[in-house]
């Protein structure tokens, strides 16, 4: 199965001058439409005009960087959100939702990347696909198991889904968690359905199975949005393209779609010049990873990162890139193998010992891993950015706030921080600007090596460039390790990138090649194979 | 450039915000000056030192309290730390005849070592903190009572083996309950007023009380900034442990004896006292001034209330009345700043 492309190559290799074509009529019927979507949330606007249309029978592939609003429209879409202003239209009515329940009554099912809530822990397949009929107001009040089962049968049929009735959902892997909300969406006879990331945690085999599922679902006329990083995915599965950037929507790309002109619809820029040529370089290492098995079981993998040089690691959902960098922090062990820092060996007992060793971590999902709710003294930039430091600038105990609201200041200046001053709270800054004090944070002591998991999570394009800027131009010769779900990340701000793929290392490119086929590479070293 | 327009916040409705920061020190203000102008004999030095040295203890209590409160526990213990240390305090001096000095070393031990216990069961073994607390809670209260066969110590008392104490209380001992600074101010008072300074620096000016609300903040963002996070956790309940027998110091050198029921609302009022604290400043969370402050806010409504001749047993409610205001204040009131 290995090296076995799933997809066809995305387009021609030719970079085009961002041909952007004009979006063609659909020839059948517009299923949902939404005009002039606004939404703001406290400082920040994630949506500031937006316009889709989706006719039935068509696949519309929804693409944007991290932050650019696409997350917020499917919220709106699926009714967790209201919007500020705008409308949607549902065949041909426009309408407003009060409630997920609503927007699911009307006709939009949306699977969510979470696929743990895509039914109930506890209850039985054949119980979680008769769970609409279960759950709703005018139903029955008696239900006998094997009602159940037959209404389960039926549902299941609808796409084809084969799975034992009487298996747990907690026990099912997420590729079979999604299909069951795609068959309950199904069941309700949505006019749209909405995929949110679906192929992030499968695995090839699962994914192909995923497209057969949608095809059909389009050809039977149903709309689909698909929301996705992977452009191999869009290459595989979507009939038109479009793309969003800073909340509005900046191109629309019919079939075939021209990737690289997307990618630069979506970054603001070609993405060509926004990479970065590995070089060979000669520097002296810092990190260095021998024989190491993640798990038990696992390929053994090595890894070499030099001064200086930015590496990403890329990967599916719960491939390991995350545990990786937490075993190289002391949050986690590895199952065999040793690492080496700056030629000594490297065994961190916890994230203390790590620190005072200029090893350092950027946690994924800020708001739990590295933040302080505002009412906390402390809360504000210069407390959050003087955290890990306490200790080593005031030994002696007492808090001197002048320096830390110095080094606060600085970083506000030297990263384009949008913040009135050293004190603002976090929660009063965008996304874009949390994840800049969370950089300056640990850019604020002498680094050795910087681990950063999923940094660009909910920033928009225009941070993002800030935040790369920031990363590369440290000039203090550490090292720098980037876990990232998203090629064009990866792209974007590494000298060259890894693939971890079943808690294993596999070299994808080393900054090498026409960017299409630095991303071939990249996807199709991701999704080669099959875990288990 | 960002294409995300980053608004700037507007100014914050400071007006409504002053008011709030100082409501509670208003409304203390207020009830003082209505107290006075019902009652003359209210603001009277001495009536004005009583009150302080009735919330004394229950405000050194209270500060405990907010510093586990402030990592993100809960000292349910706080009460029966302090009446078992009066039933300690009275049963070493008498039974055993040690001093004053040996009896409050060997008392604050036992404090700091029930709270190593509690902190122990929360950080180690797993056990949540309103659960372990509880617990020992329950234990201590029972215990307390199993050395005299429930009865309250005093000196010439016979044991439950037949056997007449020997000993007495030290006069030294009672000093710290009944005398008093320059003939004016109690040294319980003082003791509040030391109390409440060293933790105020602790947990205000110091980067360890930082980490002590960064770990109620955020444990997690503490733990992966290098916060040693368990030690932390445990220091917060020897710190409130210790802190909850020196209380029970107190109450025994001023009642002059091992008074089985001591420390029967102490535990109650403490709490009312650090939740009271969190509407103080509009802080929102628990702090020392606040906690002391809150204290003395119930200490004088009570006070004012028995001196116009309130029903004792109507000073429960009052309090329950004070405590629901000021959470709903805290919390209800502007959630969005």
Known sequence: MRGDKRHPPPHPTQPTSRSQRTLPQAASAIAVSVAGIEKSFGPTRALAGADLAVASGEVVALMGANGAGKSTLVKILSGSHTPDAGTITLDGKAITFASPSAAKAAGIATVHQATDQAGAAGLTVAENLALDELCSPGGRFLVSNRSIRKRAREIAALIDLDLPLDRDFVDLRPAERQLIAIARAVAASASLLILDEPTSSLSATEAERLFAVVRRLRDSGMAVLYISHRLGDLAAIADRAVVMRGGRIVGAFARPIDFPAAVAAMIGRPLEAATHRGEASTAPVVLSVKGARLVAGAAPFDLELRSGEVVAITGTLGSGKSRLLRALFGLATLAEGTFGLDGKPWLSSGPGQSIENGVFMVAEDRWQSSLLPPEVPGASIAGTIALPHLKRWFPGGLLRTKRERKVAAEAIARLGIKARGPDDTLDELSGGNQQKVVLARWQAAPCRLLLLDEPFQGVDVGARADLIAAIRGSQSGSATLIATSDTEEALEVADRILVMRNHSLHAAEDGHGPLSDRIDRVEGEETAGDPR | ?337
């Open chain 2, 1 to 337: 450039m960002t294409e995300l327009t980053t608004t700037q916040a507007a100014p914050r409705p400071s007006l409504l915000r002053e008011i709030r920061r100082y409501a509670l020190f208003a409304l203390l203000a207020l009830m003082v000056i209505g107290f006075w102008y019902v009652q003359p004999a209210f603001i009277r030095s001495a009536n004005l030192f009583s009150i302080l040295q009735a919330v004394s203890v229950v405000a050194i209590l209270g500060v405990g309290v907010s510093i586990t409160m402030a990592a993100d526990g809960f000292d349910l213990s706080v009460g029966s730390v302090a009446a078992s240390s009066v039933m300690a305090a009275s049963y070493a001096m008498v039974v055993w005849q040690m001093d004053a000095a040996e009896t409050m070393a060997l008392v604050l031990l036992m404090g700091a070592l029930i709270g190593l216990a509690n902190g122990l069961l929360i950080v180690r073994v797993g056990v949540p903190d309103l659960l372990a607390t509880l617990a020992t809670m329950f234990l201590l209260t029972g215990l307390q009572l199993i050395p005299t066969g429930g009865r309250s110590i005093t000196a010439g008392m016979v044991l439950p083996d037949g056997s007449t104490v020997p000993g007495t209380f030290d006069p030294a001992f009672l000093i710290l309950g009944r005398s008093r600074l320059l003939d004016l101010v109690p040294l319980s008072v003082v003791a509040m007023a030391l109390v409440a300074l060293v933790a105020w620096f602790l947990m205000e000016r110091t980067r360890w009380g930082r980490v002590f609300y960064a770990i109620g903040g955020n444990e997690t963002a503490a733990h992966l900034s290098g916060a040693p996070t368990k030690a932390y956790r445990l220091s917060a309940y020897v710190i409130s442990g210790t802190l909850a027998s020196l209380g029970g110091l107190i109450v025994a050198s001023r009642v002059g004896r091992g008074d089985v029921s001591a420390g029967n609302s102490l535990l109650l009022d403490a709490v009312a006292a650090s939740l009271i604290g969190y509407a103080v400043l509009d802080k929102r969370r628990p702090h020392v001034i606040g906690t002391v402050v809150g204290a003395i806010f119930v200490g004088v409504l009570l006070n004012g209330l028995t001196m116009l001749n309130a029903p004792y047993y109507t000073q429960d409610f009052v309090k329950g009345v004070v405590l629901v205001g000021a959470l709903a204040a805290t919390f209800g009131l502007g959630k969005k700043r």
